[in-house]
């Protein structure tokens, strides 16, 4: 999202005073050591598990409960305890003030258009939520469509998901409260701001796509939960179903499930032309998929209850439509070419050994790939940055499909499956595009950076695109398809000088050798003499990509003093199929070694040294940091383990644990059992150890990685150590896994952390 131009001296000059008090106050920081913290009590159970012949102690299996009364006192007292801790470091107000400025800034998202409509969101700097704009025409000035600012007092009320009908007459929507998955539906009529009566529940991992009759949409749900904990029960049998205006959610139509296959997830995408609704099948999180569709017939009055065709049934590959010319699907996939390519398979005759290859495997990494007039857009990750690339191909439209006639009666088998490869046709084939695509340019980008929102449609002239860095905030740029003309959209104005930090790229080997990249980010002229504070990041897992990004809260702690080190480690999708499986199940010790080799390069190069390195991750992060921390206790200065998967024998019985096993495995198998025992946090940390002071950090409401993970990793953490090293949890309130917390709740984090760290790296920051 992005950023109001005003004159950048204009806003310097108001921070002069402020910046005066914020340096005097933090030059005066003492590092006298603190005495030992008397933490809560956290009675041990008795509890013995037994898996596959060992025994496993979980003496705190009592805080997985987190609604029952002694976790509520026990996360109280710990709360108590981190405040009191936090309330003593002098440099907290000073550094909330400057995280404040810094925030402060309009920021936009990428437009997405209906029928010459424009949608969008602004924040215009320390809103607890962005705002949704629509503009009826270029010509005309854009107005409030949604604020959800207004949905509650503190900003905990989230607009999670948007779609907007064909016609742009109506905007289906989402709303997350306090954090949690579990989203609420709602449908406003555009032109009068005002709701509909539709609501629909009970919404989790989902999408909205309109058909293109512009009566109703799809979108993906659970059953109501009828019984125990909503906020911890697995989350099993996804169904995608089929609402329209004006009926109530009992009358919607169930369009697909799969009562023999519990673990499967449904997310359904009507094409561009309206005639076809794409179903991606996924299981958990594997990054596999299988492709089905149904033929809707006629766009303008949709049978959305014919059969569904099993297109690609294997679980062999990723397989991710990307747009279709009539019948001819273009489907990006890694069968065969584990950096991705993009296939066109005519659904007349889908069998693999008749798919054309039109954009071959490159040698960097196609992380996605869209569709904008009537080209194919290649979202590329080279060493990590964006690189986007166009391609185009002659074009011979497919027969009108009113004047078909079916070859042959429907059938709802497969087309393309384990058992057959015979293909079922119920079309006259189209005229399919011939040859293979050619790249005719890429885009011109300001910087090694990273290409977020890419927001275009087949026979659009134009798309809108999100451009930033580690230095550069967020910009939206508006291209020309036509035209081949790219310009500045909305370009933000942030309170820092860009051209005083630099970012540099380097490689480092880990353990096995591997070559791994890291971005570093700090003031020019830093001296390589190991006395920088060095904050640490990475993830490390289920395919997802760490790119340049830019955070007010980063240049705060570069303002500081600080070096920001990203790396990139295997588990990734950096590098494709290979570099992800690299650092999964069996390999997921790999990550951990390429995180450790990247500390060690850190304080090898003389950037820093153990008592200035923090190291920080969330969710698969925040695992990442308890493995490590508890895997090479001595390397680091400060742990920040947040939201993590702390105990890797447990994760799959809680919400949509399950979904995780095809990255981690499962403790229910034996042999996984066997590595996930080796490095799961919660079963390593060892008594009479001293661990590096660790602040970490959970939410109440967060029903993705349950709390008690954090719970439990923190008391065994507090029962273990054996210096007076701080062990502190942080447990925020009305909030969830991240998505959707307010402004407010994230400076008053990032005070905290940074707080944290000023105290325990022995720190003496002056803003500059």
């Not at 139509?253 to 005639?275: A, C, E, N, S, Y």
């Not at 699907?329 to 693999?352: C, K, L, M, Q």
């Not at 003031?523 to 790119?547: C, E, H, M, Q, V």
């Amino acid at each position: 999202m992005q950023h109001k131009n005003f004159p950048m001296s204009t806003l310097r000059a108001s921070l002069l005073p402020l910046l005066v008090s914020v340096a005097g106050t933090l030059s005066a920081q003492t590092t006298t050591a603190p005495p030992p913290l008397a933490y809560p009590a956290a009675a041990r159970g008795t509890q013995v598990d037994d898996y596959h012949g060992t025994s496993i102690a979980d003496p705190y299996r009592w805080l997985e409960d987190v609604d029952a009364p002694a976790t509520k006192a026990w996360v109280e007292a710990q709360n108590r305890l981190t405040d009191s801790f936090l309330a003593t470091i002098p440099e907290r107000p000073a550094i909330k003030a400057r995280l404040g400025q810094l925030w402060n800034y309009a920021r936009w998202s990428a437009p997405f258009k209906q029928n010459g409509r424009y949608f969008y969101f602004l924040n215009t700097g320390l809103q607890n939520q962005s705002v949704l704009f629509v503009q009826d025409a270029k010509t005309v000035a854009a107005r409030v469509l949604l604020d959800p600012n207004t949905l509650s007092s503190d900003g905990t009320v989230a607009l999670s998901g948007t779609a907007a009908s064909d016609d742009g007459r109506y905007l289906a929507y989402s709303l997350s409260t306090s954090g949690s998955d579990w989203q609420e539906l709602h449908v406003r009529d555009v032109a009068t701001g005002r709701d509909l009566p539709d609501t629909v529940k009970w919404v989790k991992f989902s999408g909205i796509s309109w058909t293109h009759d512009n009566k109703g949409f799809f979108y993906s749900r659970y059953d109501e939960p009828t019984s125990g904990n909503k906020m911890t029960n697995t989350n099993r049998n996804h169904k995608l179903y089929y609402h329209r205006i004006g009926r109530p959610q009992a009358r919607d139509d169930l369009i697909f499930d799969r009562p023999d296959q519990p673990d499967w997830l449904f997310d359904g995408t009507v094409t561009d032309d309206g005639q076809y609704l794409i179903i991606t099948v996924s299981q958990g999180t594997d990054v596999r998929t299988r492709l089905y569709f149904i033929d809707l017939d006629n766009p303008g009055k949709p049978q959305i209850d014919n059969p569904v065709v099993r297109l690609i049934d294997k679980l062999d590959a990723e397989y991710s439509f990307v747009g279709n010319r009539g019948t001819m699907f273009y489907v990006r996939t890694d069968r065969n070419a584990p950096r991705g390519r993009i296939v066109a398979i005519s659904i007349d005759n889908p069998r693999e050994e008749r798919w054309n290859t039109i954009i071959p495997e490159n040698k960097d990494a196609l992380v996605n790939a869209s569709m904008a007039g009537d080209d194919i857009v290649g979202n590329y990750l080279q060493d990590a940055h964006s690189s986007i690339r166009f391609f185009t191909g002659s074009r011979t439209d497919p027969r009108d499909r009113r004047d078909r006639q079916p070859t042959q009666p429907r059938n709802p088998g497969n087309i393309y499956d384990d058992t057959s490869t015979a293909p079922i046709v119920t079309r006259e084939r189209g005229q399919a595009l011939g040859g293979g695509f050619t790249m005719h340019g890429e885009l011109p980008l300001p910087g090694i950076g990273t290409v977020g929102e890419i927001q275009g449609r087949q026979g659009d002239d134009e798309m809108f695109y999100s451009f930033t860095s580690f230095l550069a905030p967020t910009t939206i740029y508006r291209f020309d398809v036509k035209a081949r003309k790219n310009e500045v959209f909305k370009a933000p104005q942030v309170a820092f000088d860009p051209t005083a930090y630099e970012t540099r790229q380097v490689f480092y080997a880990s353990k096995d050798g591997t070559r791994v990249p890291m971005f570093i980010t700090a003031r020019k002229g830093i001296k390589l003499d190991g006395t920088n504070p060095t904050l640490l990041y990475a993830y490390g897992g289920f395919n997802i990509s760490i790119t340049p990004s830019f955070s007010a809260a980063n240049i705060a702690w570069m303002d500081m003093g600080g070096i920001y080190a990203v790396p990139n480690l295997r588990g990734g999708g950096e590098y494709g199929k290979d570099w992800h499986e690299g650092g999964m199940l069996a390999k997921k010790q790999n990550v951990f070694d390429d995180f450790i080799a990247a500390a060690e390069y850190l304080i090898k190069e003389k950037y820093t040294s153990t008592p200035k390195l923090a190291i920080r991750g969330g969710s698969n992060g925040g695992l990442l940091v308890g493995a490590v921390m508890t895997q090479r206790p001595e390397l680091f200065g400060v742990a920040l383990p947040e939201v993590g998967v702390m105990d890797m024998l447990r994760f799959q019985k809680f919400t949509i644990g399950w979904a995780w096993t095809s990255d981690y495995g499962s403790s229910d198998n034996a042999e996984q059992f066997k590595y996930l025992r080796a490095y799961s946090p919660l079963q390593n940390i060892k008594p009479g150890t001293c661990y590096p002071p660790t602040l970490a950090f959970t939410a109440d409401h967060d029903d993705r990685v349950v709390p008690g993970h954090t719970f439990k990793f923190v008391a065994t953490l507090q029962a273990a150590q054996s210096c007076a090293n701080p062990t502190l949890v942080r447990i925020e309130t009305k909030s969830g896994h991240g998505a959707g917390r307010p402004t407010t709740k994230l400076i008053d984090e990032t005070a905290d952390r940074f707080a944290f760290l000023v105290k325990e790296l022995h720190m003496r920051p002056t803003f500059q």
